[in-house]
């Protein structure tokens, strides 16, 4: 009895250091945007005075707007390119199927740091250079193979005869696909798209590579700016992101229970 | 509504012959079973007249209009699954409402015409339901109204009842039974199971490694089957071989088998009959010495009692010999006795040796 008390205990205990050891940093980062000293001096004084100057950071916010942009725009991609890609792997068989499905998993596994120097190379080599625009590319050259992962994973649970069922009662293609093979997946794509949408916000490597002066993201302004002198501006809108992220993950996850529903 | 005609479908997967040049007429209105072990080609020929896979040659025909290049789709048939394959995202209303749905017909008259196929189906009330708060037998209900709400013109059952348990499955072959009579469709139906198929249908069809083995009604093939395969796979059959002697078998130990029922075949070849365990009398003694009668001498080895029959077997000449007997109440054999088995010649089939 007293040894499984005692595990217990250890048990409990792991668990709140783990989740400490996951939120601690982030929650004296959002407590630090709202003190008054720069340099994180206690006692601690309440005070919003960096969010006010937040908004007077032209750069920051211009950055942020790219950030937004490139992720919103990368996820609807990544998610159409992504569940089709899906669906034909789902309903086809094809030379080379096995391989092309063995293909979409390396480039997950290749460091970043080697994938944005190759693609500093190629858009180069061809002509489409640094900026907006490359650094979009290389985010759905990214996210792409997240969602074709999830969204097939998904779709391993869905059973055949339902499109069969729904084509036997004159549903065309796009109707046995619309109304009964996408409902299935959905929550798959949902996750896909929030994975696909977390790899272009949180990208830093590709983007610091392929972005210029004055046309970047929010994490290589991040950085930027730390390079030069931190300031409590970065607390603050580091806490805004935290914020509307979790926000958003705790929303989807009351409304799709991720591979739940049977 | 249409009869289905199949002419010369050839169909393989690789070197696996999976139809071998099946002919069948399915006759308008007429209820078929597709009968055959795993393998047989049975589904597969029902997923050809579906149209989700076509023939390598053959012509398929619904309702004098051919079809063989026509997607499935297009074909106007309706189609129960084995494991039913309800739209686990709708409720049962608008899985039975899917088919006319995607018509383009109006809403007025799709809610009518789903409330009239679930009514037909004793399900009026569960319209809201979604198919998980279903059972077995409820789900199956809602297939068959979803297959036949569209008004196809024909109605195909891959073994719908393969899922439920014994009880049930009774009832629904009755059930299924009423709801074909009162709309009167083509039905094929694809089954593993000898009884559903005798039972349910006007004609059976009998499969076997992609090739059509026999055709007809269930008591014609009951009664005259044509090989020893179509004898043993529906119902249960003794087959004796033997030489032929044009009318009957000589066995190998002398004894002659007279055949009232099957092919005429030339003297000396290799021929078997076959004859139901239910058709053979069993007595001790003597037994009924009748020279119309086929008698043979052997040993009760084995009795299984099942209530209100009784099933001997009996072993001769290294063959066992099964017998079943009626409960009258009268004669009780136990193992180990000499026994006197006889039949008439009229229940003897005479069946080529192939």
């Given at each position: 009895?007293?040894?499984t008390?005692?595990?217990?205990?250890?048990?409990?205990?792991?668990?709140?250091?783990?989740?400490?050891?996951?939120?601690?940093?982030?929650?004296?980062?959002?407590?630090?945007?709202?003190?008054?000293?720069?340099?994180?001096?206690?006692?601690?004084?309440?005070?919003?005075?960096?969010?006010?100057?937040?908004?007077?950071?032209?750069?920051?916010?211009?950055?942020?707007?790219n950030?937004?942009?490139?992720?919103?725009?990368?996820?609807?991609?990544?998610?159409?390119?992504?569940?089709?890609?899906?669906?034909?792997?789902?309903?086809?068989?094809?030379?080379?199927?096995?391989?092309?499905?063995?293909?979409?998993?390396?480039?997950?596994?290749?460091?970043?740091?080697?994938?944005g120097?190759?693609?500093?190379?190629?858009f180069?080599?061809?002509?489409?250079?640094?900026g907006?625009?490359?650094?979009?590319?290389?985010?759905?050259?990214?996210?792409?193979?997240?969602?074709i992962v999830?969204?097939?994973?998904?779709?391993?649970?869905?059973?055949?005869?339902?499109?069969?069922?729904?084509?036997?009662?004159?549903?065309?293609?796009?109707?046995?696909?619309?109304?009964?093979?996408?409902?299935?997946?959905?929550?798959?794509?949902?996750?896909?798209?929030?994975?696909?949408?977390?790899?272009?916000?949180?990208?830093?490597?590709?983007?610091?590579?392929?972005?210029?002066?004055?046309?970047?993201?929010?994490?290589?302004e991040?950085?930027?700016?730390?390079?030069?002198?931190?300031?409590?501006?970065?607390?603050?809108?580091?806490?805004?992101?935290i914020?509307?992220?979790m926000?958003?993950?705790?929303?989807?996850?009351?409304?799709?229970?991720?591979?739940g529903?049977? | 509504?249409?009869?289905?005609?199949?002419?010369?479908?050839?169909?393989?997967?690789?070197?696996?012959?999976?139809?071998?040049?099946?002919?069948?007429?399915?006759?308008?209105g007429?209820?078929?079973?597709?009968?055959?072990?795993?393998?047989?080609?049975?589904?597969?020929?029902?997923?050809q007249?579906?149209?989700?896979?076509?023939?390598?040659?053959?012509?398929?025909?619904?309702?004098?209009?051919?079809?063989?290049?026509?997607?499935?789709?297009?074909?106007?048939?309706?189609?129960v699954?084995?494991?039913?394959?309800?739209?686990?995202?709708?409720?049962?209303?608008?899985?039975?409402?899917?088919?006319?749905?995607?018509?383009?017909?109006?809403?007025?008259?799709?809610?009518?015409?789903v409330?009239?196929?679930?009514?037909?189906?004793?399900?009026?009330?569960?319209?809201s339901?979604?198919?998980?708060?279903?059972s077995?037998?409820?789900?199956?209900?809602?297939?068959l109204?979803?297959?036949?709400?569209?008004?196809?013109r024909?109605?195909?059952?891959d073994?719908?009842?393969?899922?439920?348990?014994?009880?049930?499955?009774?009832?629904?072959?009755?059930?299924?039974?009423?709801?074909?009579?009162?709309?009167?469709?083509?039905?094929?139906?694809?089954?593993?199971?000898?009884?559903?198929?005798?039972t349910?249908?006007?004609?059976?069809?009998?499969?076997?490694?992609?090739?059509?083995?026999?055709?007809?009604?269930?008591?014609?093939?009951?009664d005259?089957?044509?090989?020893?395969?179509?004898?043993?796979?529906?119902?249960?059959?003794?087959?004796?071989?033997?030489?032929?002697?044009?009318?009957?078998?000589?066995?190998?130990?002398?004894?002659a088998?007279?055949?009232?029922?099957?092919?005429?075949?030339?003297?000396?070849t290799?021929a078997?009959?076959?004859?139901?365990?239910?058709?053979?009398?069993?007595?001790?003694?003597d037994?009924?010495?009748?020279?119309?009668?086929?008698?043979?001498?052997?040993?009760?080895?084995?009795?299984?009692?099942?209530?209100?029959?009784?099933?001997?077997?009996?072993?001769?000449?290294?063959?066992t010999?099964?017998?079943?007997?009626?409960?009258?109440?009268?004669?009780?054999?136990?193992?180990?006795?000499?026994v006197?088995?006889s039949?008439?010649?009229?229940?003897?089939?005479?069946?080529?040796?192939?």
């Amino acid at each position: 009895m007293a040894t499984t008390r005692i595990l217990e205990w250890l048990g409990r205990l792991y668990i709140w250091l783990l989740l400490a050891f996951l939120y601690l940093p982030i929650i004296i980062m959002a407590l630090m945007s709202f003190n008054v000293s720069p340099f994180y001096q206690l006692p601690f004084e309440w005070t919003t005075e960096w969010y006010a100057a937040l908004w007077q950071n032209e750069q920051l916010i211009s950055a942020t707007r790219n950030s937004l942009e490139i992720a919103i725009i990368t996820t609807i991609i990544c998610v159409v390119l992504g569940s089709a890609a899906s669906l034909a792997l789902f309903r086809y068989d094809f030379r080379g199927k096995k391989f092309l499905q063995a293909l979409l998993f390396p480039p997950i596994a290749i460091p970043w740091l080697i994938t944005g120097t190759a693609m500093l190379i190629f858009f180069f080599g061809v002509g489409i250079g640094r900026g907006l625009f490359a650094i979009l590319l290389g985010h759905v050259a990214l996210a792409l193979p997240y969602v074709i992962v999830v969204v097939s994973a998904r779709l391993q649970t869905f059973a055949p005869e339902l499109e069969e069922a729904a084509r036997s009662l004159g549903a065309n293609q796009w109707q046995v696909t619309r109304r009964v093979t996408l409902p299935w997946i959905m929550p798959g794509v949902i996750a896909g798209g929030l994975f696909a949408f977390a790899v272009s916000f949180d990208q830093f490597v590709v983007s610091y590579f392929l972005s210029t002066p004055g046309q970047t993201t929010l994490p290589v302004e991040i950085y930027a700016a730390i390079r030069k002198g931190f300031t409590p501006e970065i607390n603050a809108v580091s806490t805004i992101i935290i914020v509307v992220s979790m926000a958003l993950m705790l929303l989807t996850a009351r409304f799709f229970k991720f591979g739940g529903e049977k | 509504m249409a009869g289905v005609q199949v002419s010369n479908l050839s169909r393989s997967f690789g070197a696996h012959k999976a139809l071998d040049d099946v002919s069948i007429d399915f006759a308008d209105g007429g209820f078929y079973a597709l009968l055959g072990p795993s393998g047989s080609g049975k589904t597969t020929l029902l997923r050809q007249i579906a149209g989700f896979d076509f023939p390598d040659t053959g012509r398929i025909a619904i309702g004098g209009e051919s079809v063989e290049r026509v997607p499935v789709e297009k074909r106007r048939i309706g189609m129960v699954f084995q494991n039913y394959a309800l739209f686990p995202n709708m409720s049962v209303a608008d899985n039975v409402a899917f088919g006319l749905s995607v018509r383009g017909e109006v809403k007025a008259v799709i809610a009518a015409e789903v409330q009239r196929a679930l009514d037909l189906v004793q399900l009026g009330k569960l319209g809201s339901r979604r198919p998980h708060q279903l059972s077995g037998g409820q789900r199956q209900r809602v297939a068959l109204a979803r297959a036949i709400v569209t008004k196809p013109r024909v109605l195909l059952l891959d073994e719908p009842l393969g899922a439920l348990d014994k009880a049930l499955r009774v009832d629904m072959q009755i059930e299924l039974k009423r709801i074909q009579r009162e709309i009167g469709i083509t039905t094929i139906f694809v089954t593993h199971d000898q009884e559903e198929a005798l039972t349910m249908s006007d004609r059976i069809g009998i499969l076997r490694e992609g090739r059509l083995v026999q055709e007809g009604p269930p008591e014609e093939i009951y009664d005259s089957p044509k090989s020893e395969f179509a004898a043993t796979f529906l119902g249960d059959a003794n087959i004796l071989r033997g030489d032929t002697t044009g009318t009957g078998i000589r066995l190998p130990d002398g004894t002659a088998i007279a055949a009232g029922a099957g092919v005429s075949l030339a003297a000396g070849t290799k021929a078997s009959c076959a004859v139901r365990p239910e058709r053979i009398r069993i007595a001790t003694g003597d037994g009924i010495a009748d020279h119309n009668t086929n008698m043979l001498k052997g040993q009760v080895s084995k009795r299984i009692f099942a209530g209100n029959n009784s099933t001997y077997f009996v072993e001769r000449d290294s063959q066992t010999i099964k017998v079943i007997v009626q409960n009258t109440g009268i004669e009780r054999l136990a193992e180990g006795q000499e026994v006197v088995l006889s039949w008439s010649p009229e229940s003897t089939v005479l069946i080529a040796v192939s």
